[in-house]
């Protein structure tokens, strides 16, 4: 499976660090791109340094995963900004409200936006995931048009019903739920009634 991921300035760089992990142990062929807030948030949130420099950021984040490629947030040659390219699916998470607002208005001013776009135009499988709260009635509009485009809305709030001991479970939760909509098979939760 051919997986696009974008990360966007939005908090919940853990989201994307587990997500990133998950697809490629499940042999996934990712191509990540991350935007300059994503950077940051990725920075701060995993490795404590909101100035650690784009190439350390994203050699931390790939650091032993097999499967990644990593393109630059305007390198509109990538596959993913062309329908034509062979592409399963697409997610951006953690998904950031003006990256949300960007998309839904068709604007495609970076690689993550064009490449949700396509995915919206070829009527393939896109997951966006906010954690943005509270919402205002723009963000809630925005999150409509793009669900009535076809996207899927995961956001980025974990439930509690499987006993989660740790930080990780919470994120497990989410990052399951994404994997769900992938069609990818997990055992990061404990589902619903099982045992």
């Given at each position: 499976m051919n997986?696009?991921?974008?990360?966007?300035?939005?908090?919940?760089?853990p989201?994307?660090?587990?997500?990133?992990?998950?697809?490629?142990t499940s042999g996934c062929e990712v191509g990540v791109t991350i935007s300059e807030a994503g950077?940051?948030?990725?920075?701060?949130?995993?490795?404590?340094?909101?100035?650690?420099?784009?190439?350390?950021?994203v050699a931390r984040l790939t650091d032993g995963l097999d499967g990644v490629t990593v393109y630059g947030i305007k390198e509109f040659t990538?596959?993913?900004a062309s329908g034509s390219a062979k592409v399963d699916a697409y997610v951006v998470c953690p998904c950031s409200m003006a990256t949300a607002a960007t998309i839904a208005a068709g604007a495609m001013a970076n690689l993550v936006?064009?490449?949700a776009s396509v995915a919206l135009k070829e009527e393939r499988k896109l997951v966006l995931?906010?954690?943005?709260?509270?919402?205002?009635?723009?963000?809630?509009?925005?999150l409509l048009r793009l669900r009535r485009?076809?996207?899927?809305?995961?956001?980025?709030?974990?439930?509690?019903?499987?006993?989660?001991?740790?930080v990780g479970d919470l994120v497990d939760f989410v990052v399951a739920r994404c994997l769900d909509q992938l069609g990818i098979e997990n055992r990061l939760m404990q589902r619903w009634g099982q045992e």
């Open positions: 997986v696009f991921l974008g990360i966007t300035g939005a908090s919940g760089a989201y994307a660090a587990r997500l990133l992990s998950n697809l490629t950077r940051e948030v990725l920075a701060t949130e995993l490795y404590g340094d909101p100035a650690l420099p784009h190439e350390d950021v990538a596959p993913y936006h064009r490449a995931v906010p954690r943005e709260t509270p919402l205002s009635a723009i963000h809630l509009e925005n485009a076809g996207a899927t809305i995961v956001f980025a709030a974990p439930g509690f019903y499987h006993a989660p001991q740790t």
